[in-house]
């Protein structure tokens, strides 16, 4: 059988597989606390304007004891203001194709999770954190500023008052503050996030395709919209998700007692 996978040529800093019908993704520099480098940046870049259509979800993971130690910082060499905004552009470009790309995305966080990575995990669909998992944003201590687009998606999860301050004092949050200020949706013990993430990417797998592309492509935009916008974006997708013939034969399944009832 043809490999879905082999078209995609990759640094050896990024692992891919094909799980059933979920991509994994592994950030694969364990020796540098997987620092994000300009070829993992534009690795991410090509994986995600590439998903196999085998996958209905994508997990991405960091290899060894951290998710991510943020921008590559010995890349950091001189740059004028020009190079410096093209080389924020260049996450910008990859980080939306990680967020309004083919497929969901399930982001797994163990130890830190700082600066770039971060930003990384915040453009993904769902976070589920480890025990071990901490998030800083040291760019503040580091006299930058971030570049990857968390100043846009951060305050949406967390709000700007503890963006604000993370950057301004370099707190650290924990896991379990992570989860308690919605920076994170899921926490679970040392080791176990790929199962929790498989777990979901199961779930999200047997969603209709309307719905999970209105989740990734609709939803933010109805979010960024005025409100009466938004309202009636809302009613255009909800009239065109119940018009198709699979939402019709899943209300059918719920009334005739053949579907799930909620928590089951
Ligand atoms: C790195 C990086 C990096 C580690 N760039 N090389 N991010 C930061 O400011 C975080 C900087 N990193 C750390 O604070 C620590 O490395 C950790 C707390 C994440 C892990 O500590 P530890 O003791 O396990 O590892 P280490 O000994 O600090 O690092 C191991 C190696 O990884 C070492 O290299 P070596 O050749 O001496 O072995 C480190 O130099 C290297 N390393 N982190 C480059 N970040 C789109 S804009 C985003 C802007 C940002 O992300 S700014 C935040 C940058």
Request: aromatic share 4%; hydrophobic share 40%; proline share 4%.
């Amino acid at each position: 059988m043809k490999d879905p996978l082999a078209a995609i040529e990759l640094p050896a800093s990024l692992k891919i597989e094909l799980r059933g019908n979920t991509l994994l993704v592994g950030i694969n520099r364990p020796d540098k606390r997987n620092a994000i480098n300009d070829e993992l940046v534009l690795g991410l870049e090509k994986i995600f304007s590439h998903i196999p259509e085998e996958a209905n979800c994508a997990i991405i993971y960091g290899v060894g004891k951290h998710f991510s130690a943020g921008l590559d910082l010995s890349e950091l060499e001189e740059k004028d203001a020009v190079q410096g905004i093209r080389h924020s552009r260049m996450w910008h470009r990859a980080l939306d194709q990680v967020q309004f790309g083919a497929v969901p995305v399930i982001a797994v966080l163990h130890g830190a999770v700082v600066g770039g990575g971060l930003e990384l995990a915040a453009a993904c669909h769902i976070r589920v954190a480890e025990s071990t998992a901490y998030y800083a944003l040291p760019e503040g201590q580091r006299g930058i500023f971030v570049g990857g687009g968390a100043s846009v998606r951060l305050p949406k999860l967390i709000g700007i008052a503890r963006m604000t301050d993370m950057m301004l004092t370099g707190r650290v949050y924990r896991a379990e503050e992570g989860e308690r200020i919605g920076l994170t949706q899921y926490e679970v013990a040392e080791g176990r996030g790929m199962n929790k993430a498989e777990e979901l990417a199961e779930k999200i797998g047997g969603n209709t395709g309307m719905t999970n592309y209105a989740l990734m492509h609709i939803l933010p935009r109805i979010v960024d919209a005025p409100q009466d916008q938004g309202l009636m974006m809302e009613s255009l997708t909800a009239a065109i998700a119940q018009n198709a013939p699979e939402a019709k034969q899943r209300l059918r399944d719920f009334l005739d007692g053949k579907a799930k009832k909620v928590g089951e």
